[in-house]
């Protein structure tokens, strides 16, 4: 060869070379510039299913619900099969001829067939389908742009037709098709159904009631095969292409290739059941000589089949997400495979692997993304190992990860690192820096970045539940900390106040004349109107009425009116402050406070909305202070003390209220159960760490409950228990299974234990404090350090219970309200305290009938018992009278602090508390008097 050629070839190559380079690195800065996009990638890519309005298998960590046919049985056999009778009968009785009078079909697959898209068309098919003996059935799914999976096609074939079902057009009208595949009278043929009834469950609560299954057939007949292919090839002489299984059924339209591998499937069926029917039979008729003890073929395959009916769908739910994952992933590598199986000891890798599995499975359920479509196996383990540092590194990582790993399979054609993980990369740094924290703290932040107030992410039917399932801690840990919290001494009394203002009170209007109706019909609430908006708006609610609105809820919400005491939201009412008129910001307000409330008899407890108003913050605050001295006037008046007093030793606080009476004049100089339940707690937890002074302030006013002698971390210890009934005491044991460090039976949790149960959703703590009757909580200074989680828990509940209160973006508050409705009764806020500069923490007052599991009124704390005493009395003296004179003098009192304005018509001090009956109404006692014996 020249040197000349030679050169030209080096200089080619060189060439070649060089541009490969060049084109290697434009295309990994393109990947990498793709890879940094910020906003969430579904904003851009809408997938088919999030026009699915309802889903039955949503996304979050909660049981799939199977359809309920009788409301009879659903207390008893939660999650059974709805047709279990249907089905049994037809174990037991499997007496079925098949005569499919296949002989007259043409076995041979014509050009046309049935697509089915619209609902009209769909009840047609049910129509026909009502009238076959028999037809066949195969389902399509699609798995990898979905967490559940959902299926994407469904073919029926009877004898004179084929019909492909667009099952996501018709996602949610297949309700149709529930009656006839339910139908014992009718026999579905599937081939391999195990699948395919578990889908159908889970998408339409199809369920599917008789059943023949050619592959259980084959089976009881022992054939060599039991595949489709198989018996397509044997019996019709057909051949499948069987990987057309995998392609994407969600396309349209679908494939030449793909329509005709869709409708093979089903069309032979009901052929290949007929003739696998008919050597069944020859085998029974061939064993009919001694047929005690040979199988019954066609009664076996039967029963086979019908037996795969019975099965359930059922979400697989882990308690820490990803964890089986990652321990899958660990144990490989300890087991060497994959070459860094030394790192697999290492507890770092394990963390990393146990964090991204947990985001990558939390990813997937916001996204509606498979697993593997977020990231692969291979990539967390490239990202536990290398640690990345930068998301470039990241997004290299995580491609070459995928490169390296079977480049044949079908993962390879994913996009890699998927658009999951490129348009939430700063995700990594936040699980790659904050390596010590705890997994699910990591986890519910990230759901709060995502799903939150002004989260990245789109809301959908799918990923909608997990939102309202969790975001009642994520609120707390967010609010927590934005709002510096945990000093508490740094939040001023200005930053308090606007705090409060903006947690607590109703932001958005409480009262609308827009309506909410449950899927059934039920009037859930009034609320306003961008609330509906918000929901048409995502598809979970359709109108139903437009003048005055109404939606109707396509998901079941978790609280309906009628499981609290909620008739406070079926009525509607003005947005405003009744003390000033103020719009901006109110909240509830009791006017009769609970401490007696609770204890009224029940039917004089019915007229509750009248006595809850709104009030702003500022008015609210003053009401509430005189609402206060007025306690003490009454305590005065009757002379029932507002505070136990020195109860030497927990075992008398029982009688403490009674030797109270006796004992104490003055209600000032008590030291209440609350204070120092709080003041013995703090000390327990934080004494040794706390600056003295405060220690000596928290010890003496433990001191003063002892009667001024030292005490001991006993005398702490039993002092926490101060004011709970013995009823509450067992039930916190039993709820715990702890015991005290130092006495018997009684439950002060250790360290371990509370935060076992934190972790668990409450805290024996939380528990602890939360059996007070009168509800208020009251941080003041030192103890926030203590207190704080149960402060901030109470916070949430709060939160959560103001409902539409807050600031944060309409949907988010919307949505807690909705979500909780059943306990919104949140007007507890008159604890609102007096404490200097720091946030006051409420929580849900137990109100008698809000927690019909609590006993609240056996509770000594707060002012439960001088409102039992008082309430008592008044009974005693004046019946029922009595109480409701008492209850116009409370509202007397709140109109003197309050001097209110704006109060709706027909308030009234000297509402009687009776139900009110309309002037014309026939029950109206009045008018009764006067209806003459002719009218
Ligand atoms: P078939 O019962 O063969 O119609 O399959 C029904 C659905 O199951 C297909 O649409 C696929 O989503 C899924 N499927 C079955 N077998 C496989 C497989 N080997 N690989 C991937 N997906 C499969
Ligand atoms: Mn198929
Ligand atoms: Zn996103």
């Known amino acids: 060869m020249e040197s000349k050629e030679k050169i030209k070839i080096v200089v080619a190559i060189a060439s070649f070379a060089v541009l490969s380079i ?435 992410c789109p809301l959908s039917v799918f990923n909608y539940a997990i939102l309202s399932k969790t975001n009642l801690k994520l609120t707390y840990r967010l609010v927590s900390k934005q709002n510096g919290i945990k000093n508490s001494k740094q939040v001023g009394q200005k930053a308090s106040r606007e705090l409060f203002v903006k947690k607590f009170s109703c932001k958005s209007p409480v009262y609308h004349n827009c309506r909410i109706f449950a899927s059934d019909g039920r009037l859930l609430c009034y609320c306003d109107r961008r609330k509906l908006e918000w929901y048409v708006r995502r598809g979970l609610a359709k109108l139903v009425d437009d003048n005055p609105l109404a939606i109707m809820l396509l998901f079941e919400p978790k609280g309906r009116p009628e499981d609290e005491d909620n008739d406070f939201y079926v009525q509607s009412k003005k947005n405003i402050c009744v003390g000033c008129g103020e719009r901006n910001h109110y909240l509830r307000y009791r006017i009769i406070p609970s401490c007696y409330r609770m204890h009224f008899p029940e039917h004089l407890k019915s007229h509750r909305s009248h006595d809850i108003v709104l009030l702003c913050v500022d008015c609210h605050e003053v009401a509430h202070s005189a609402a206060e001295k007025y306690k003490k006037k009454i305590a005065a008046e009757f002379g029932i003390p507002l505070f136990v007093l020195k109860v030497v030793d927990s075992r008398e606080a029982q009688v403490a209220s009674q030797l109270s009476t006796s004992e104490v004049n003055t209600v000032e100089a008590g030291v209440s159960p609350l204070q120092l339940r709080t003041a013995a707690m703090a000390l327990l937890r934080h004494g040794p760490r706390m600056p003295s002074k405060r220690r000596e302030e928290l010890r003496q006013t433990v001191m003063k409950y002892y009667g001024g002698r030292e005490i001991t971390e006993e005398d702490l210890e039993k002092a926490l228990l101060v004011g709970m009934s013995p009823h509450e005491r067992k039930r916190l044991e039993r709820k715990k299974g702890m015991s005290l460090k130092h006495s018997k039976g009684t439950g002060f949790p250790n360290k371990e234990q509370e935060s076992n149960a934190r972790s668990m959703g409450t805290s024996p703590i939380d528990n602890a404090l939360k059996v007070d009757g009168e509800g208020g909580l009251n941080t003041t200074k030192g103890e926030a350090c203590g207190k704080q989680e149960n402060g901030n828990d109470l916070e949430i509940t709060m939160e959560v219970l103001a409902g539409d209160s807050n600031n944060l973006s309409p949907d988010r508050s919307e949505m807690s309200e909705m979500k909780d409705m059943c306990v919104m009764d949140t007007d507890n806020c008159e604890s609102r305290s007096q404490s200097e500069g720091t946030l006051d923490l409420f929580y849900p007052k137990s109100d008698g009938n809000a927690s019909p599991k609590h006993n609240p009124k056996l509770s000594l704390l707060g002012h439960g018992p001088h409102g039992k005493e008082v309430v008592d009395h008044l009974l005693k003296e004046y019946g029922e009278d009595g109480i409701r004179e008492f209850c116009q003098r409370w509202r007397q009192a709140f109109v003197e602090a309050i001097h209110p304005r704006f109060l709706p018509a027909g308030w009234d001090v000297m509402h009687s508390g009776r139900r009110d009956f309309g002037e014309f109404s026939v029950y109206n006692p009045a008018k009764k008097a006067f209806v003459p014996a002719d009218g």
């Open 22 to 456: 060049f084109f290697t690195a434009q295309y990994r800065k393109r990947r990498y510039r793709k890879c940094t996009q910020s906003s969430c990638y579904l904003h851009t890519e809408p997938k088919p299913q999030s026009s699915f309005k309802r889903v039955l298998a949503d996304n979050s960590y909660s049981a799939f619900k199977h359809l309920k046919l009788s409301e009879s049985n659903s207390e008893t056999s939660l999650n059974s099969h709805p047709y279990e009778a249907e089905i049994s009968a037809l174990l037991e009785n499997a007496e079925i001829e098949f005569s499919f009078g296949t002989e007259s079909m043409d076995l041979k697959m014509s050009d046309s067939y049935v697509w089915v898209e619209t609902e009209l068309q769909l009840k047609e098919l049910a129509d026909v389908l009502s009238k076959q003996r028999v037809f066949a059935v195969d389902t399509e799914q699609h798995s990898l742009r979905s967490f559940l999976g959902f299926t994407a096609l469904i073919q029926i074939s009877t004898q004179n037709e084929d019909y492909l079902v667009d099952t996501i057009a018709l996602h949610d009208a297949f309700d149709v098709l529930q009656p006839v595949f339910a139908n014992p009278s009718i026999c579905k043929v599937f081939h391999g159904a195990d699948n395919d009834v578990l889908w159908l469950q889970r998408d339409f609560h199809i369920y599917v009631v008789n059943l023949f299954d050619t592959a259980k057939a084959c089976e009881v007949l022992s054939k060599p095969q039991k595949s489709l292919a198989y018996l397509l090839e044997t019996y019709c002489g057909v051949a499948t292409n069987k990987l057309l299984q995998r392609e994407d059924w969600r396309q349209r339209p679908l494939s030449v290739e793909m329509l005709e591998y869709a409708r093979t499937d089903a069309h032979y069926l009901l052929y290949i059941a007929n003739c696998l029917i008919a050597e069944l039979r020859q085998h029974d008729s061939e064993n009919s000589c001694c047929p005690d003890d040979k199988l019954h073929f066609v009664l076996e395959a039967s029963r086979r089949s019908n037996t795969v009916c019975l099965q359930l769908y059922i979400k697989e739910i882990e308690i820490t997400p990803g964890e089986s994952a990652a321990s899958s992933i660990i144990s490989r590598h300890l087991n060497g495979q994959g070459g860094i199986s030394s790192k697999a000891c290492d507890l770092q890798f394990q963390d990393l692997v146990r964090r991204l599995c947990t985001w990558r499975d939390l990813m997937a359920r916001v996204h509606d993304e498979s697993l593997r479509y977020v990231l692969s196996d291979q990539a967390i383990i490239a990202l536990a190992d290398k640690v990345p540092t930068t998301q470039k590194e990241i997004c290299t990582l995580i491609s070459q990860a995928d490169l390296n790993v079977d480049s044949l399979s079908s993962s390879s054609i994913l996009p890699s690192p998927s658009p999951v993980v490129c348009s939430h990369l700063e995700d990594f740094n936040y699980l790659f820096q904050d390596k010590m924290g705890k997994l699910d703290d990591v986890f519910l932040e990230i759901l709060q970045k995502h799903l939150g107030p002004e989260g990245s």
